[in-house]
């Protein structure tokens, strides 16, 4: 069973269930995905579009395994910036080789960072080389990801 998407005011049960449907294979097309919601092709391309057009639906993609595609080490790596323009920061890491995700956090750390190398010499010189080499960047906790899985269905 696939987790249900936030009940959000603008979204009804219909629209709710169309973004249900695509999180869970972002590759249907658009006459299954009208007979999975029970509604008609038409109503489903209407709506399909004002998700795009209303920014609900952002894209889609390919799920990869990091490790078949040589980025076998992961880590979440926690900073620490000096305050002030975190928009620019937040670029400028994203910015850097290996970055795969960013979130600004509230608490003992400033953002939160996945980053992905081939193996532990590339991980630590992303943290200690370039990370830590942009300016506004006080420190870094670093923790090495052993396992990871992902629900059925997952947005992220």
């Not at 490790?67 to 890491?93: C, H, I, K, S, Y």
């Not at 979130?103 to 080389?129: C, H, M, N, Q, S």
């Amino acid at each position: 069973m696939s987790p249900k998407v936030q009940n959000l005011d603008h979204l009804d049960a219909v629209d709710q269930t169309i973004v249900d449907v695509l999180v869970k294979d972002g590759r249907v097309s658009i006459p299954v995905l009208a007979e999975q919601v029970g509604i008609s092709r038409a109503t489903a391309y209407s709506r399909f579009d004002r998700l795009v057009d209303q920014g609900i639906i952002t894209g889609f993609g390919a799920r990869v395994d990091p490790g078949r595609v040589g980025l076998a080490v992961g880590a979440m790596v926690m900073l620490t910036v000096e305050q002030g323009d975190w928009p620019e920061l937040r670029e400028r890491v994203l910015a850097t080789a290996g970055v795969q995700w960013i979130g600004l956090a509230a608490g003992t750390v400033d953002f939160i960072v996945l980053v992905r190398a081939g193996d532990l010499p590339e991980l630590r010189d992303a943290v200690l080389k370039e990370l830590l080499s942009i300016p506004g960047i006080r420190s870094a906790q670093t923790s090495v990801l052993l396992d990871e899985a992902r629900p059925a269905g997952a947005i992220l």
